[in-house]
């Protein structure tokens, strides 16, 4: 577990901002992130790399990741040339009487594995494969299950193959199951 505490930018649970290749593979996540804008789980923000993060799921039912704005369970903020993520894994039990609780939480642009994905000119496909998000993901504008809001520019094909949402999506404007706003 690591609780992490900012007032700023680039906040995340192993790497606050990333600007090298990097892979994180067979790992877990836990305690308390928070910040103000690119706040993620594992990154807080990738700028021109590539990423592979694979066999990640959270330590127990303690973990909270909250910010402002690009709030995600695994990367907040992500503009990158392209990505793999797969066999991840975020659980915390829900009943009816927690639907106030925020797991993965802010206002704008709040994903349970990206909070805002922008790509332009990706070198390869990307995907996010056998993701399983079981917490609530909140926010105001721009919330999604897996992506709260997406931009991509690119001849190159994302895919979206075996990701499972199974619980509260909550949000006022471009709220999705999978994706806020793409």
Do not use: R, W
């Not at 959270?58 to 995600?72: L, P, R």
């Not at 927690?98 to 390869?124: C, P, R, Y």
Request: glycine content about 14%; aromatic content about 4%; proline content about 1%.
């Amino acid at each position: 577990d690591v609780d992490i505490t900012a007032d700023g930018t680039h906040i995340g649970g192993i790497i606050g901002a990333s600007h090298s290749n990097t892979i994180i593979k067979d790992s877990k996540i836990g305690g308390d992130i928070s910040g103000k804008t690119s706040v993620g789980g594992v990154i807080g923000s990738s700028i021109q790399a590539s990423y592979e993060i694979a066999n990640l799921s959270n330590i127990d039912s303690h973990f909270a990741i909250s910010g402002t704005t690009s709030v995600g369970g695994i990367f907040g903020n992500f503009s990158a040339p392209n990505y793999k993520v797969e066999k991840i894994s975020l659980q915390h039990t829900v009943t009816s009487a927690d639907n106030e609780i925020k797991i993965i939480s802010g206002e704008e642009s709040i994903g349970g594995v990206f909070g805002d994905l922008n790509i332009s000119n990706m070198t390869a496909d990307s995907y996010l494969k056998d993701v399983h998000i079981k917490c609530p993901v909140t926010g105001s504008e721009n919330v999604g299950g897996l992506i709260g809001k997406l931009s991509v520019i690119s001849e190159k094909t994302i895919t979206i193959n075996n990701c499972k949402i199974a619980s509260i999506i909550k949000g006022e404007t471009n709220t999705g199951g999978f994706i806020g706003l793409g």
